[in-house]
């Protein structure tokens, strides 16, 4: 009993690695049915019965293209990697499949809509959901978290630093030397509230380029190209910034890492 009570628990405690077991396993049928297509067009002739005449169906071009979706997108899905893209290009695919299949096919003995309409279910799933903890997607992002972490402590490590350290200059050789200590930071920028961009109330709109918006098609977090703080309170904006630095160190979160 305890022996069954600890396993529920690992299950419990694991519902997201669900996801990544049923995408190795989409991802992996997806290349086996798209090496079927090449090795064996008659296989492909014989799910699509409509494209046995002379109708653009037939056409080798569309038949490499969906072996080649599967294949190249299922290898993608298996291995996590760039996983909401990689389904992405398999929904044509599959939205083809179900259409062929549709008029007379439900409950049919072979199966062919249902199986087509569930593939195409799970090809949405992983789209709009992305990729699991067991996948390359999710070693890119927390790769890139903790460097965003670290390099957010290095220049809190720094930035202490300079502010504990006096810099000692000697102007002349008559007069004492004297300390001269780093000027302290400037205020931050507040709402009527008094809200600074780290207040509970303040929310954080990362805005995106191109660029960094393409990459959540890989299922990564990009780094916003702007971001403005709004108090939830009066409404009014806190702080509209470009500031690199703050663009890395709120990437994830409103809150950076501070030593």
């Known amino acids: 009993m305890d022996t069954l009570t600890r396993s ?44 046995q005449g002379d109708g653009f169906l037939v056409s080798g071009l569309l038949m490499h293209y969906v072996a080649l979706a599967h294949i190249g997108g299922g290898l993608l899905l298996a291995v996590g990697l760039a996983t909401r893209l990689a389904a992405l290009v398999q929904i044509p695919v599959l939205l083809g499949a179900v259409f062929v299949h549709l008029p007379g096919s439900l409950g049919a003995a072979d199966q062919s809509l249902e199986l087509a309409a569930l593939t195409l279910l799970l090809l949405v799933v992983c789209a709009l959901w992305g990729s699991g903890p067991w996948s390359a997607d999710a070693y890119l992002e927390r790769k890139a978290r903790t460097e965003a972490e670290d390099e957010a402590r290095a220049v809190a490590e720094a930035t202490r630093r300079i502010r504990e350290h006096a810099i000692e200059w000697a102007p002349t050789p008559a007069r004492a030397r004297e300390t001269v200590r780093s000027p302290e930071p400037a205020a931050r920028p507040t709402c009527s509230c008094g809200h600074d961009r780290d207040h509970p109330r303040v929310d954080a ?29 009066c409404g009014e904006v806190v702080e509209d910034t470009r500031d690199p630095a703050v663009m890395r160190a709120y990437r994830y979160e409103k809150h950076p890492t501070e030593l």
């Not at 991802?27 to 019965?49: E, I, K």
């Not at 990459?215 to 309170?233: E, K, M, N």
């Open 8 to 51: 529920r628990g690992w299950f419990d405690v694991h519902r997201a690695e669900a996801l990544d077991v049923i995408r190795i396993y989409l991802g992996l049928a997806l290349v086996v049915r798209g090496g079927l297509f090449l090795a064996d067009p008659v296989a492909y002739l014989n799910l699509v019965p409509e494209a």
């Open 205 to 233: 709109e990362r805005h995106y380029s191109l660029r960094g918006g393409l990459t959540f098609a890989t299922g990564t977090t990009g780094t916003p190209s702007r971001i403005v703080f709004r108090c939830r309170d």
